[in-house]
């Protein structure tokens, strides 16, 4: 039987402006729907690893990862042949300390920070916006 379940990684990418998380989102390739960066997990990186390598190829960003995951979420990815697989999505924390001008996947991507009121708004997998909405308070539990 053909496997319709499967594990993605992503990272939730953040700075501080005054104090205030913004997250920064980028859209996908085929919709232009505002996702955050995420690709299949492979059992040869780290799930951490793997979704720090997304986030540098899809938003060209480089940071600090937590390898402890902040949530999951499930979505129906549909694939080149119209088939739809179920994704398992483990999301880590990815604190941007750089944005470079040029990137694997610029040209293929929109990249934009916002703040989370507007992230929740906007990114389509409605599993991952309770994450964005408790992001604040996230934060602040993990620097104690």
Not at 53 to 62: C, S, T, W, Y
Request: charged residues 30%; contains cysteine; aromatic residues 6%.
């Amino acid at each position: 039987m053909a496997q319709t379940k499967t594990s993605q990684c992503a990272a939730l990418p953040y700075r501080l402006v005054n104090g205030k998380p913004e997250v920064l989102l980028v859209t996908s390739r085929e919709t232009k729907r505002w996702i955050i960066p995420k690709g299949w997990a492979k059992k040869s990186l780290g799930a951490c690893v793997m979704a720090e390598r997304e986030a540098f190829e899809e938003a060209g960003i480089k940071g600090r990862v937590d390898c402890q995951p902040v949530g999951q979420y499930r979505y129906n990815k549909r694939m080149a042949d119209g088939s739809l697989v179920e994704c398992d999505v483990s999301v880590f924390l990815l604190q941007v300390t750089k944005m470079l001008d040029d990137w694997p996947e610029k040209g293929q991507r929109d990249r934009r920070w916002m703040a989370l009121a507007e992230a929740a708004q906007l990114v389509s997998e409605d599993e991952l916006v309770p994450m964005l909405l408790r992001l604040e308070e996230t934060l602040a539990a993990h620097a104690h």
